[in-house]
Every structure is written in structure tokens, then in C-alpha cells.
């Protein structure tokens, strides 16, 4: 099938790594101009490198902009004023146990996480729905809808995202621009994996050890530290795999969904729908 999206110019923020970078190298693939973000120094540098060597000729560019910072997204609108594309998978966890989350921190993470994202869609969105094409994806995690004790401003985070999404969706109507959220599962990006290596290395037990309790024995004590696994594909996601579901609602075969929440969490979500 052709996804319809070479020539397209797409920005993936958070990009230089995770699900993130997965996803803009296989918009590299498909032909897209990719914009590669990310804080700046020798992470956004690597990415790009690392994306040209495995999609030889890829069209890349790289866009440096803290989005945590008071200026972060005036500096990225200003280096690149429209898109095609947007994947909106810049994240804050703020991970700490609910009984320690100040106001402050609350302040933090849900700031972190929805304003970010919303100046810059609403952004973009003008510009697509002129241009009468586009599309917009909303990165957001399976603990939204199963938070866990020590993560909960961040899954009352991305349950808002999921909301926001779908009101930026509303503004579309009649129009060929999509605005679509994804709930990812636990996924094998840097980042997990020095947790999980962390909390196992904490217990002296080896990573694949740790990994095989995880999904097979989570009674264990071990386990319940980061949370109990419910996936039924009893595995790590891969970020490719979830790029592929985000890329796909990047392209022209996804016309027929808008508004939508898709899920690529492995069956961790104790629900059919």
C-alpha cells in the first residue's frame, strides 16, 4: 500500500530518540520531509545521523527548541512556520508517588504535557485546514487510562491530551484534515529500559529475569514497584511498532478516521473498546 505522504513536510517533536525517532525514520522511509526535534547539542546531531545512514537520501532537518522553556515554541514556530505533519510526542513524566506531588509539580506536568502540544497544533492546524490538508497525532500512554500510583499527573496528562485532540478534531470538519490520538503501551525506548534495568539492578536481579517475572509472575514484589504488566502479548512494544500505527495515521489511508483513539499497548488496556 502507498501511504501517500512523500514530499510532505513533517515535525516529530521529542524526536531524537524512543518512539519519537522510530517514528520519524519511518517517515523518512515513506518520503515525507522529516524535521527532527529535540533540545538541541549532540542527541538532535546523532538522530540525524543515525536516520541517514539507515534511509539513505532522506530528506531531514533538525529544529532545537526546549518546550518546557517560556520561549520553547516560539523558537520552534519561528524555524518552521507550517507543516504537513505534526506527531506530538514530547512528554513530561514527573514521575513521583502521589502522596509527594506538590501543587507545584501538578503545575509542572500538566503544563509540560498539554500546552506544549496545544499551542503548537492549534498552530499548524490553521495552516492545514487552509491548505485543506493535514494531519495531527497525539502520542499518549495506555496509563491513561491505568494510572499508576507513583505516575498519576502524567496519566491525568495524557487522558487530557486525548480530549484535546478530539476538540482540535471538531475543528476539522468538512475538511481532509485528521487529528487522531494513540495510546501507546510499554514500550522498549532508552528511557524504559534504564528504569526496568534500574528498579531490576535495585532488587539484584538480573534484567532478564526481571523481564520474565514482569509479564509472567507480577505478583512479584519486584514487579509491583513499576507497576502491574496486563499486556497479552507478554513482551516489551518495540517503538517501530508503534510508529507504524502513527505513521499510518500520518498518511492518506487513514481518510475515514478522525477524531479517533487507537491503541498499540500489546492488550494492556482491561477493556474491549
Not at 526535534?37 to 546523532?46: A, K, P, S
Request: proline residues 3%; glycine residues 10%; hydrophobic residues 45%.
Amino acid at each position: 500500500m502507498q501511504t501517500g505522504i512523500g514530499g510532505k513536510i513533517a515535525l516529530v517533536t521529542a524526536s531524537t530518540q524512543g518512539i519519537g525517532f522510530a517514528t520519524a525514520q519511518l517517515l523518512a522511509e515513506e518520503g515525507a520531509t522529516v524535521w527532527v526535534h529535540g533540545r538541541g547539542g549532540d542527541n538532535l546531531q546523532h538522530a540525524l545521523e543515525r536516520i541517514r545512514q539507515a534511509v539513505p537520501g532522506a530528506q531531514l532537518h533538525g529544529v532545537a527548541a526546549d518546550l518546557a522553556a517560556d520561549d520553547g515554541v516560539a523558537r520552534l514556530l519561528a524555524q518552521l512556520p507550517a507543516v504537513d505533519i505534526l506527531v506530538n510526542c514530547y512528554a513530561d513524566t514527573g514521575a513521583k508517588m502521589l502522596a509527594d506531588v506538590s501543587a507545584a509539580d501538578w503545575d509542572t506536568v500538566l503544563h509540560n504535557n498539554l500546552a506544549p502540544a496545544s499551542a503548537i497544533s492549534s498552530h499548524y492546524l490553521a495552516g492545514m485546514l487552509r491548505r485543506d490538508w493535514g494531519r495531527i497525532v497525539f502520542v499518549s500512554s495506555d496509563l491513561a487510562l491505568r494510572p499508576l500510583p507513583f505516575m498519576v499527573p502524567y496519566s491525568a496528562a495524557k487522558m487530557a491530551q486525548l480530549t484535546l485532540a478530539r476538540g482540535l478534531a471538531e475543528m476539522t470538519a468538512g475538511s481532509e484534515v485528521r487529528v487522531n490520538a494513540v495510546l501507546a503501551g510499554l514500550t522498549l525506548t532508552e528511557r524504559t529500559e534504564r528504569i526496568l534495568r534500574g528498579t531490576a539492578e535495585g532488587h539484584g536481579i538480573p534484567f532478564a529475569k526481571f523481564m520474565q517475572d514482569y509479564f509472567h509472575d507480577p505478583a512479584c514484589s519486584h514487579v509491583a514497584a513499576v507497576g502491574h504488566a496486563t499486556s497479552l502479548i507478554k513482551r516489551l512494544l518495540q517503538p517501530e511498532e508503534v510508529a507504524n500505527l502513527i505513521v499510518y495515521l500520518c498518511s492518506q489511508l487513514s481518510s475515514g478516521t478522525n477524531g479517533a483513539t487507537l491503541r498499540c499497548d500489546g492488550g494492556a488496556t482491561l477493556t474491549a473498546i
